[in-house]
């Protein structure tokens, strides 16, 4: 959780820095250059992808091509009373650092840092960053949390696996103390077979000596 924590936190500063920074700029739509406003962010660009459409989307209806969205006639009240012909395209030049440029053109004039509504422009794009960056900071503890759900179901089956080797391990005791008892009665048997296979071979020599003897009496009386 502290190490979620402190990836929020350092998140949201780098962010932090690069939302403060609002620059002035221009960008090619097909063949037109049009002024507007570059915005970086430190979010990759797929999500901005996602985001970036979901919150304009309030001003009109968006016309897509590729990186590029547009909203002919986009009313934001904030800004003017007039129509807005926004243009905005999204830029990555490296996979976690996004660029928003964004275009305000109002009655055939783009808004530029000088004009007296600029103050409405940085406030629309820096309430997108806050936008944007609510959503990485969902999109982190859901990534987290998700690892961490994956993590307890590995430590569990481990357990389980563990176990279960713990159950195979008394049952393999059992089978060998068994066969150790088994064994020693065997030894035990084996034992006193031996003693009674060497009575059995002396009673076999006694009585061998007996008979050679009557034999060789049988054989005497005979000559």
Do not use: C, H
Not at 46 to 61: A, L, N
Not at 87 to 116: E, L, Q
Not at 136 to 160: C, F, P, Q
Not at 174 to 199: F, G, P, V
């Amino acid at each position: 959780m502290k190490k979620l924590f402190s990836l929020i936190v350092v998140v949201f500063l780098t962010n932090g820095l690069f939302a403060q920074t609002i620059l002035s700029g221009s960008e090619l739509f097909g063949k037109d250059r049009k002024q507007g406003f570059y915005m970086t962010l430190g979010i990759e660009k797929k999500y901005i992808e996602k985001d970036w459409p979901m919150f304009i989307g309030k001003y009109g209806s968006i016309s897509q091509n590729r990186e590029v969205y547009n909203i002919a006639s986009a009313s934001i009240p904030d800004l003017t009373s007039e129509p807005v012909n926004l243009m905005t395209k999204i830029i990555s030049d490296k996979k976690t650092v996004t660029r928003i440029f964004a275009s305000f053109d109002i009655g055939g004039t783009p808004v530029s840092n000088s004009s007296s509504n600029y103050y409405e422009v940085e406030k629309l794009l820096k309430e997108f960053y806050a936008f944007a960056m609510q959503n990485e900071d969902v999109r982190l503890a859901e990534r987290d949390a998700g690892e961490s759900e994956k993590n307890l179901s590995r430590v569990e089956k481990t357990g389980k696996q563990i176990a279960r080797n713990i159950e195979r391990n008394k049952r393999e005791k059992e089978t060998l103390l068994r066969k150790i008892e088994e064994n020693k009665k065997e030894l035990e048997q084996l034992l006193k077979d031996e003693i009674d296979n060497k009575q059995d071979l002396e009673n076999a020599k006694i009585a061998l000596d007996e008979k050679q003897k009557s034999l060789s009496t049988v054989k005497t009386r005979k000559q």
